[in-house]
């Protein structure tokens, strides 16, 4: 018997995987109800959208923190992610300008949590590589985050490897599985950030020796 | 032709080098020194093949104080191999995972491993063994309650450290993440060189209980006792650590 829901929808062009902290702007009457609706602790549904439309899978969020209270009844929030959700059913309110949009969603759970403890040694040796070619200065400790979910999904929340590669990883339900994808991306931007780090040093250095 | 290791020079003095490396935490040496093989860092003996009663008691410390029918166990340094061969002796062993920080260690240990080699090599094959190079803290972080034994071969043990980074390892908050990344009724186990009371009162902060055992090396004629500390997470689900 599956785990099912009904619950708002936001609707957004980035990706939110559960345990990460997303800024949001709110300024949409409809989404300033949600909002005020969300006060009392419950969660909402944050799904990815591109032109082709909603994506069936997304990811639950409770209000962490009211930011500011801005003119106007703007708010700037702050959400977390909780839980994977698969929608089901679309379910639109008669004024859709004044009122959002509710989904029927079922949460799905990994099918395998816990990572080979080597693909997450390998994974933080990359990820923490990458850190460094990126000029990142200071060390980078996931157990900030401990208990708040997967280390895979920790990583693509403090680096963007881009919405549509955040999806995908969203989407998978294996840790071991994610940190795979993870290694395979990391290994891709690796010699190009390596490159950029080269030429960066080369102008440093007055352009001797490039 | 050795020289004595009595006598004012560094650990170097005794043996032929074999190679000498830069790897990650700085100088690397592998000499052979008579009939041993040793790995020396940064000037400081790390480990030997003299070594080898004291890193295998690592394992047969921890292992019969766990009773789980198939363990996944976690060792931390592979140094010359002798705790994961112990590791893969016991039958009730499903997993070893090793994590090892030096590159040319576990190539050391490939090339000169012997027989030991050869069996973690099929271990490996046979999906049984995993060497990783990397922090074996990392492999405690993302662990939550994944292993049944964690053993600790870093470095030279909690107080006489090669490595600064280490540290952390066997500080307050490094117990806590072994305690952490133990399955109830699992052991976490720690080689040390000496009898530190003060380590000893931090594990058994942490740790349900605590028990030691003792190991000696003989190293150029002479008994070198060592202590194994094994931590033990009590088998409630209750999680203090």
Redesign the interface.
Known sequence: MADRTEFGLFPLATVLVPGEVLPLHIFEERYKRLFADLVDGGEFGLIFVEEEGLREIGCSARLAEVVEHLEGGRLNVLVRGVRRFRLLEVREPDDLEADYVSGVAEYVDDDEPEAAPELAVRALEAFRAILALMGVEAPWEPEGAEGEGPLSYRMVAAVDFGAPFKQQLLETLGESRRLELLLTVMATIMPRLELRAKRQEAIRGNGKGY | MRECAAGNKGPESAADVLERREGRCGELVLRRSGEHLEVIANGAFLISTANEASSRALMAAALPQVGAAALDV?IGGLGLGYALDEALACERVRRV?V?ELEPDVERWYRAHGGERAGRAAAGERAGRV???????R??L????A??DVVALDTDNGPEWLVRDGNARLYSDDGIR?VRRSLRPGGAGVFWSPDRYPAFEERLAAVFDRVVLASARDVMEGKGHDYTMYVGLRGTGADDRG
Do not use: E, P, Q
Request: proline share 0%; hydrophobic share 65%; net charge negative.
């Open positions: 976690l995972t994590v995993a060497i990783v190079i990397g922090d074996v990392d492999a972080i993302s662990s939550a994944g292993f993440l």
